[in-house]
């Protein structure tokens, strides 16, 4: 994502680097979510049988979204570099903000009430459950500085 | 357990027909590409190895020693059913095998064809719904009821399923991505990106039923044998989707207008540009260019 445009990104581009760049760190953060809890550290289990039935409906419906959000939205942002319509700043405020978005959601809406599967099993789940919405809650304080940043730029 | 009889174990020569049949077709479509090759419409060389990596992938599911795995473990013929229903029939739509026959066959047969595809039965079973509702609901069936133990103990059932995964697999593709073959419907990018989405979470969900209440049920399995299945078509069918959402935005990518605001911007029937034209349009250039 590196673009210097001579003039400055007019605010549709940035909002479209912005956006196009949220759905990607959605889909990123399920991706790692997918590859580190679930397949390497096996701390999250595949189903549980404490999840109720919309929690599962959901939990298709939500994964169904993350792995189109990451195809989508890379295919807009690609699009938008194409056109030299990129505005990376803003992209990149989006990719944080995207994934610190989805570990909040994720941490409290599917581990907390639909209860879709736990972090870990067997173990003290508070502090557990601490880390990861600060974790969410430190990424997107980076994405807010980022976008921050960008607004401060642009206007420069 | 059930026997494997009559799926290749035994090897009786009729399990080797599949595997026959496949090598013909794909002749066939190898021949009429050269056809066109030699002639100057030409014919891409790539939609050559798509139909040749579909057809050797199908073969790997028709391989006797393959089918009798399947035949007896749920994993093995989840393998297949991945192969079959959703990885072969996608590399066979990118092949374009309907333009090539279009093509390669006289101009009397290739209107009938075409008159064929504009008719009812093929446009409605061609909508994304209906093929998403044969393709995803067809699993369900088959899954969730005692369907599945039925078709182990008959081979005419079980080749039924097969060569129903197979159909309704090409079918969703094909109405998903609305080309290269020309579509009879017209439909935007969103609509069909929206079902693709139905179509990922109905799968997602299926499996997690699947591993979570054990189905199918009555059919002998281990738990651990059905769980792994199921585990295999939760990814096996992510992995499958996002091809076929990444074939879906590269055609649509590459037909945009070179004018045009993006991919997303375009109204319904820009969308899909140039693969999305009338059957009508495509057989006047069919004939114009052998003209």
């Known amino acids: 994502m590196t673009s210097s445009r ?18 990607v760190g959605a889909g990123i953060m399920a991706a790692i979510d997918e590859i580190v809890f679930h397949q390497l550290l ?17 939990d298709g ?6 792995l189109l959000a990451i195809v989508v939205g890379t295919f807009l942002l690609i699009d938008l570099a194409h056109r030299h319509r990129l505005a990376a700043r803003w992209a990149w405020a989006g990719v944080f ?16 009430l639909l209860r879709i599967h736990q972090i870990r099993y067997g173990v003290d ?12 809650l430190a990424l997107l304080l980076v994405g807010t500085w980022l976008y921050r940043r960008a607004r401060r730029l642009e206007r420069s | 357990m059930p026997s494997a009889q009559g799926y290749g174990s035994d090897g009786s020569p009729l399990a080797w027909l599949p595997l026959v049949l496949l090598g013909l077709v794909t002749l066939v479509y190898l021949a009429a590409a050269r056809r066109q090759r030699l002639s100057n419409n030409g014919w891409s060389g790539w939609r050559c190895a798509f139909f040749s990596l579909g057809s050797m992938l199908l073969a790997a599911a028709v391989a006797p020693p393959v089918m009798a795995w399947a035949h007896h473990d749920l994993r093995g013929h989840m393998a297949v ?8 029939p996608l590399a066979w739509v990118l092949a374009a095998p309907v333009t090539l026959l279009l093509r390669s066959l006289p101009q009397a047969a290739a209107r009938g064809v075409t008159a064929l595809l504009r008719s009812l039965p093929i446009r409605s079973v061609s909508h994304p719904v209906t093929a998403l509702l044969l393709n995803i609901g067809g699993m369900y069936l088959l899954y969730l009821t005692p369907l599945y133990a039925a078709s182990q103990h008959s081979v005419l059932l079980n080749g039924w399923v097969h060569l129903h995964f197979l159909a309704a697999g090409y079918l969703f593709c094909w109405s998903i991505l609305a080309g290269p073959d020309a579509s009879p419907h017209r439909l935007g990018l969103r609509f069909r990106l929206g079902v693709l989405f139905i179509s990922m979470a109905a799968h997602a969900l299926l499996g997690k039923l699947m591993y979570g209440y054990l189905w199918p049920r009555g059919t002998g399995h ?46 319904g029937d820009q969308v899909g540009g140039r693969q999305s034209v009338p059957l009508a349009n495509i057989q006047k250039r069919v004939v114009q260019r052998r003209g």
């Open chain 1, 97 to 112: 903000l995207g994934m610190g978005g989805f570990q909040l959601v994720d941490g409290i809406v599917s581990h907390k």
């Open chain 2, 81 to 88: 059913h991945l192969l079959f229903g959703m990885l072969a």
């Open chain 2, 222 to 267: 281990g738990v651990e044998e059905i769980q792994a299945a199921a585990q295999l078509m939760y990814y096996g069918g992510d992995l499958a989707e996002l091809l076929l959402a990444v074939a879906l935005l590269c055609l649509a990518h590459r037909h945009r207008p070179r004018a045009s605001p993006g991919v997303f911007e375009l109204h």
């Open chain 1, 6 to 23: 001579p003039s400055p990104a007019n605010a549709h581009d940035a909002r479209r680097s912005l956006w196009y760049a949220v759905l």
């Open chain 1, 61 to 66: 419906l939500l994964h169904a979204a993350e």
């Open chain 1, 125 to 136: 789940l508070l502090l557990y459950d601490l880390t990861w919405n600060l974790c969410a």
């Open chain 1, 42 to 58: 096996q701390w999250h289990h595949f189903f549980d049988h404490a999840t109720p039935m919309i929690g599962i409906v959901s």
